[in-house]
């Protein structure tokens, strides 16, 4: 099993900065098969970022992702008041699909 | 696109419960599926997946064995039937889609989740 470590846990940041967000994956994710999802308070997870770097309909470009083989990030170039929430990286490349911790961005 | 998951509730321990999610907006029939779980205040885990014409299953070794995935594609619904329930199966228990239709495999993002239903195994 793929074990995905999140970090930081939570990143304290004001609006207009920019939030980096690292996966970091104990094997090799293949075919660089890593998605990002954005989860809000009572909300379902949204989809952010598949295959590493392409973005989901509707997502702004202000998101972007990035990264092989064990090591990802997703980075929020400048950060809206709505980007404030919980954010999860997911490998769909190797059985059983695996989700990282999660890392909160909050209002700092 | 929508999916409404039903059926959530409180199960004594050892007890069954089955979950519903409805799908509208797209071909269901289309689409592998998936349920994913979150117990309270943690985060995500994968539990199971169907392919899209229902001749390929996958579950999480947590629950191999006592959770059955199955779907209708003439009523557009996916369910999720639990057994032999536990405590550490309490959770918001979500459906999600595939991102891409006619998908063979279950190694594939989900790009439309529901809004979920909660799970408590609680005597």
């Known amino acids: 099993e793929i074990v995905l470590t999140q970090s930081p846990g939570t990143l304290s940041l004001s609006p207009g900065e920019r939030a980096t967000l690292s996966c970091r994956a104990s094997q090799s994710v293949s075919s660089s098969y890593l998605a990002w999802y954005q989860q809000k308070p009572g909300q379902a997870p949204r989809l952010l970022i598949y295959?590493?770097?392409s973005r989901a309909t509707g997502i702004p470009d202000r998101f972007s992702g990035s990264g092989s083989g064990t090591d990802f990030t997703l980075t929020i170039s400048r950060l809206e008041p709505e980007d404030f929430a919980v954010y999860y990286c997911q490998q769909y490349g190797d059985s059983p699909l695996t989700f990282g911790g999660g890392t909160k961005v909050e209002i700092k | 696109v929508q999916l409404v998951e039903s059926g959530g509730g409180v199960v004594q321990p050892g007890g069954s419960l089955r979950l519903s999610c409805a799908a509208s907006g797209f071909t269901f029939s289309s689409y592998g599926m998936h349920w994913v779980r979150q117990a309270p205040g943690k985060g995500l885990e994968w539990v199971a997946f169907i392919r899209y014409d229902g001749n390929d299953k996958y579950y999480a070794d947590s629950v191999k064995g006592r959770f059955t995935i199955s779907r209708d594609n003439s009523k557009n619904t996916l369910y999720l039937q639990m057994n032999s329930l536990r405590a550490d199966d309490t959770a918001v228990y979500y459906c999600a889609k595939v991102g891409r239709e006619g998908v063979m495999t279950y190694y594939y993002y989900m790009d439309v989740w529901g809004k979920g239903t909660t799970v408590t195994v609680s005597s």
């Open positions: 295959g590493t770097s």
